[in-house]
């Protein structure tokens, strides 16, 4: 499966953005999907994931109230919904999709999209 994320760009603090992550196949059902981040000079980590069906939602304690993670299986695609963006949001956020294991976990996901850069000034 081939992720491709997009919606990154430039905001200010306060401000929002809306991040979709768009598969290749419609095997994409199959799997759950998570957003992680890597902010400049750290590691990657998780943000949010969804369980195949949309029903399930888990979020890094810190951004809980703030994102929002959605899917559309129809247009095979996976949302971000960033609100109240703070400087320290920014970084690099990934797509990945995962058949099982903890979603929290990046090792336990199989396939990465590239990334889109947010980039939040204050």
């Known amino acids: 499966v081939q992720l491709q994320a997009s919606g990154g760009g430039l905001v200010q603090a306060g401000e929002s953005l809306r991040l979709s992550c768009v598969a290749s196949e419609r095997s994409f059902v199959d799997y759950a999907m998570g957003w992680f981040r890597q902010p400049p000079g750290k590691e990657r980590e998780f943000v949010a994931a969804?369980?195949?069906?949309?029903?399930?939602?888990y979020y890094a304690d810190s951004l809980k109230g703030r994102f929002i993670i959605s899917r559309d299986n129809a247009k095979v695609t996976v949302y971000l919904q960033m609100n109240n963006l703070k400087p320290q949001d920014t970084g690099v956020y990934y797509c990945?999709?995962?058949?099982?294991?903890?979603?929290?976990?990046?090792?336990?996901?199989?396939?990465w999209g590239r990334g889109t850069q947010v980039t939040v000034s204050s």
């Open positions: 990945a999709a995962a058949r099982g294991g903890s979603y929290y976990y990046r090792e336990n996901y199989d396939f």
């Open positions: 969804v369980n195949w069906n949309g029903i399930n939602q």
